[in-house]
Nanobody, 126 residues
Framework: QVQLVESGGGLVQAGGSLRLSCAAS????????MGWFRQAPGKEREFVAR????????YYADSAKDRFTISRDGAKNTAFLQMNSLKPEDTAVYFC???????????????????WGQGTQVTVSS
């Protein structure tokens, strides 16, 4: 069992930066690819970024490319999402998730991920 707890959200002006953290319990975290998703009011949960279990491969949604960076620290059992040049349309609840890789599904789909955190609110003002 893996438990995930996000932190680092808040209110920031457009153009600013935030760094989200996702603290995981359990050594199993080290073997799971991790993803970040976000959900704005009235919208579906959407993929933001993913990192391999080794941390040597990353994948981003077009909306996150060149602005966001996903990383992980195995020693700290923590994944991160560095968000720069934030825009009002980035406003959402951000979730981290762990993929047990039980199925060969679509890595950008929320259904591919078995473990989820409770989310952290990010609000970007114009």
């Amino acid at each position: 069992q893996v438990q995930l707890v996000e932190s680092g959200g808040g209110l920031v002006q457009a153009g600013g930066s935030l760094r989200l953290s996702c603290a995981a319990s359990g050594r199993a975290f080290l073997s799971f690819p991790m993803g970040w998703f976000r959900q704005a009011p009235g919208k579906e949960r959407e993929f933001v970024a993913r990192i391999s279990w080794r941390g040597d491969s990353t994948y981003y949604a077009d909306s996150a490319k060149d602005r966001f960076t996903i990383s992980r620290d195995g020693a700290k059992n923590t994944a991160f999402l560095q968000m720069n040049s934030l825009k009002p349309e980035d406003t959402a609840v951000y979730f981290c998730a762990a993929d047990r890789q039980l199925t060969a599904g679509t890595i950008t789909s929320p259904s591919e991920y078995e473990y989820w955190g409770q989310g952290t609110q990010v609000t970007v003002s114009s």
